[in-house]
């Protein structure tokens, strides 16, 4: 399974940007697809998760209410909507694949096997 992140960018913050994860080599619509993120400095940490059916999603407290996750399974590419940008979001973000056949979905990174190569947003004041 491979995983190509794009959509990323240099932002003032309060803008939107979406990030896309194009999924090629497996069954989409059977994994728990998750977006994270690490800053400078700081350790990975999850940002939002959609469950394989679409049925269910987490977000960060941070960012609840500004991002989006979604998925189409038809186009094979799960997406990251990313409204009301802060400074604080600054950070190279990373789709990731659970690859676990509908399995329960992950908020934690260890329980995710596929990664994408990130892509780098920056929020500037």
């Known amino acids: 399974v491979q995983l190509q992140a794009s959509g990323g960018g240099s932002v003032q913050a309060g803008v939107s940007l979406r990030l896309s994860c194009a999924v090629s080599?497996?069954?989409?619509?059977?994994?728990?697809m998750g977006w994270f993120r690490q800053a400078p400095g700081k350790e990975r940490e999850a940002v939002a998760t959609?469950?394989?059916?679409?049925?269910?999603?987490f977000y960060a407290d941070s960012v609840k209410g500004r991002f989006t996750i979604s998925r189409d399974n038809a186009k094979s590419t799960v997406y990251l909507q990313m409204n009301s940008l802060k400074p604080e979001d600054t950070a190279v973000y990373y789709c990731?694949?659970?690859?676990?056949?509908?399995?329960?979905?992950?908020?934690?990174?260890?329980?995710?096997?596929?990664w994408g190569q990130g892509t780098l947003v920056t929020v500037s004041s």
């Open positions: 990731a694949a659970d690859g676990l056949p509908r399995g329960s979905a992950s908020v934690s990174s260890s329980g995710y096997v596929y």
């Open positions: 959609i469950k394989w059916s679409g049925s269910s999603t």
């Open positions: 080599g497996g069954t989409l619509s059977i994994y728990n």
